[in-house]
């Protein structure tokens, strides 16, 4: 790990305000032993701010009408994903969609609640168009840099490459020219999906119609157990009756909740009411 530059000194004062702060804003815990990545991390604010030190930045971050917020929570949420990441989920999404496509024309509606740079939200739209189902997908994420990839839609040749070819080919189109080596979301896939910036921590919640399915992956990892408990409720009060609800590999929130009984691995389902 590089060492601190004497410029940018993180005091212990400083990195506990820090963590209190992405509590607060994003509910995110994060640990004493995230000093040096917090440290990395923000240490390019800090230049991009011509070289203020971490108090005065800070100060920056909590000031009412600054952008540098949403700058902070960008900088300390951690992105990783893939497409297909834990691969049950989308043949679980892909046995249930053809089931419900025969029982009706209408479109499922699925939101994916921390969808990093889209590859979840993709595949959740591939998958549905391999079912020849209907499907609006909503795809959010607190973090507004991740949504403009996810927006983009277009992803390099090596971050498709754990795809079977015939289906980078079906939902793909790849670049020429100047873009070759770069693979572009078809409109079909486009036009089933819509992204927007959502903090699962808001007070309150938007109210619309229910989902069939909601992704939760990799998300709440941080987040305390009580904060977690309180998401479960709050995607109960979200599905449809007998919707899903799908979480990490590491994740059994739902479990702890009365509205969900298990139907898988790290699957589960609205009990009927
Ligand atoms: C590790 S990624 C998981 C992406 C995808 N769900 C997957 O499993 O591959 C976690 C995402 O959750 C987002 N996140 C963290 N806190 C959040 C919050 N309070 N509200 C909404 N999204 C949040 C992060 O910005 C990040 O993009």
Redesign the pocket.
Known sequence: MAPMEPAFVLTDRDFSRVRRLIHDY???KLSEQKRNMVYNRLVRRLRSHGGVDFSQYLDLVQSERSAEREAFV?AL??????FF??AHHFELLAAWAGERAKATTAPMRIW??????G??AWSIAMVMREAGAAAEILA????SE?LGVARAAVYSAERCESMPQARVRRHFLRGVGANEGLLSVRPELRAMVRFAQ????APTWPVGERFDAI?????V???EREAQLRLAARFAAMLAPGGLLLV?HSESFPAGHAAFRSCGRTAYELRPS
């Open positions: 994003a509910g995110i960008n949420t951690t992105n990783l994903t893939s990441r834990e994916s609640s921390g969808c990093s740079t590859e979840e959010t994420d607190i973090d991740v959502f903090n699962l921590q992704f939760c992956r990799n998300v990892i941080y987040f990490g």
